[in-house]
């Protein structure tokens, strides 16, 4: 599961290698102290030559200085691959993420995507830049502190050899407990995650109906199985160092007492005791350091495994395999049916046939429900036809690259979203290159430029998160003037001028007919009026197309549209 992501290493290969190496060279250094520390006692020592002990006291200090520079640097290596990798990782992942069709989007939940691109992206790096270290030195000191004991004392060595069978038995039993507790404890994230999200994006709407307490019970609710969550899997965890510390303190009482015999018997000196058990001691550390390694990896393989699941989603729309571009915006719907889901029962849209001309403005009506968004949202490839063929300009999209087809649509969706920025910043979102004649030229068509007089600093006004700083007739506008600077071939309006009065409206409609006449212009409304000089209007209900005319003929002989039109001009005499 991890060999994958060593990819996202290659431009810190350099520092992962010098980094093993580092780790390596300096438990290799701080293996020849116990050495030299036998030496002193056992010759040193007993014959009191001052010379022979200043002379290896000094190739000791030089080991651990040796020793202190090597961490130092690998410290420095391994943060710069930890970090390195954690942020190819997330562009990776993020990448992918806005490569996601809104059917992919489906199954992920957005505050779950949030917890993979940032909790679990930093279990991983932190396990790289936490890890090399036990991960390398670990296996080095316990191999060679284990062939040095061995060498030094072949009998006392069988004491702690029957050691590590134990610590690995306690090792597996804890991991077997954990691994399925990290995956709940990063449900559970996700879940907070969510409340969090939904909170502060509804904040208004949450403080409106002085609904704080009942919000905050539902965070408590969550945040405590989070909690429950975490304080169970920590809680093996922690079992980790005192199993290792009980069998750690009995190997040392066993080698103590015998190698205390050994002494007494006259078959091993002091000085080698004392260096036995600086390897006993180094070799118990080693395992120490790689079961938490192990421990480290049981969670980390619970992260790689969720961003896997991301990386691994099979892209549901990808690029056309031609190279056309959208030229004059003619639409065919031909015999189209779509759902969202291909296990559902039902289809959303059922034998959808409709021309549009390029050039022609088409209104869409019908009541809610009517699957009105799903049929325009079909046009640039948000989401592909199930059944049927869609073409623009006579060839079907899925012939068209996904960038030039969306970037010759221009969407005004129902829900405006403005972004952290100034006017100026989100207009651009249209065209980069927008001169402040076109911001003015769109602004103008959109009837933004009535308020954008009155702002302090113009387009350079601060927008605030979301737009928070305009009201919604405003924050429409300025999403239609957007939409405008693309210049796009086809317009969409989806309920776009909900916000907007009648009178502005009718105002953008009529400078939208003067200065697009071009453009093939889709809009889908509630209100009759901004529809009935429309070329073409089509009736929805119940995904199908129930009627397709003008206002004078679906008035004539359509129920539902006769029905709609009288109801509104009751409501507007009234």
Known sequence: MLNRFFIYFDKYRKHLIGGVICVALEAMFELVIPLIMADIIDVGVVTRDTHYILQKSLAMVACALISLLLGAIYARLAARAGQGF?????????????????????????????????????????????????????????????????????????????????????????????RPMYGKMQKALDRVNSIVQENLTAIRTVKSYVKGDSECMKFSAVNDTFRASSEMA???????????????????????????????????????????????????NSLMMISNVFLMLSR????????????????????????????????DFEHVSFKYQETAKEFVLSDISLHIGAGQMVGIIGGTGSAKSSLVQLIPRLYDVTAGCLKIDGHDVKEYPLAPLRDAVGMVLQKNTLFTGTIRENLKWGNENATDEELDWACRIACADEFLSRMPEGYDTDLGQGGVNVSGGQKQRLCIARALLKRPKVLIFDDSTSAVDTATEAKIRRRLAENLKDTTKIIITQRISSIENADLIVVLEDGKINEAGTHEELLAHNPIYRDIYEFQQKGATA
């Not at 393989?301 to 030229?327: F, H, K, Q, W």
Request: charged share 10%; net charge positive.
């Open 300 to 331: 980390s393989m619970t992260s790689a495994y969720r961003i896997s699941e991301v990386l691994d989603e099979p892209v549901g729309i990808t690029d056309g395999t031609g190279s056309r571009t959208v030229e004059h915006g003619s639409i």
């Open 234 to 284: 920590f809680h093996y965890a922690a079992l980790n160092m005192p199993c290792f510390q009980f069998v750690m303190y009995a190997t040392i009482l066993c080698i103590l007492w015998f190698g205390g015999n050994f002494i007494h018997v006259g078959t091993m000196q002091v000085g080698q005791l004392t260096g036995f058990l600086s390897y006993v001691l180094q070799i118990l």
């Open 86 to 178: 954690g942020a190819e990782l997330r562009k990776a992942e993020y990448r992918k993420v806005q490569g996601f069709s809104f059917s992919n989007m489906d199954h992920f939940s957005t505050p779950s995507l949030i917890t993979r691109l940032t909790s679990d992206i930093t279990i991983l790096q932190n396990a790289i830049c936490n890890g090399i270290r036990p991960m390398v030195r670990g296996p080095v000191m316990m191999v060679m502190a284990l062939a040095m004991s061995i060498k030094m004392s072949p009998q006392l060595a069988v004491v702690f050899l029957t050691a590590i069978p134990v610590l690995a038995i306690c090792l597996v039993l804890i991991l077997h407990k954990l």
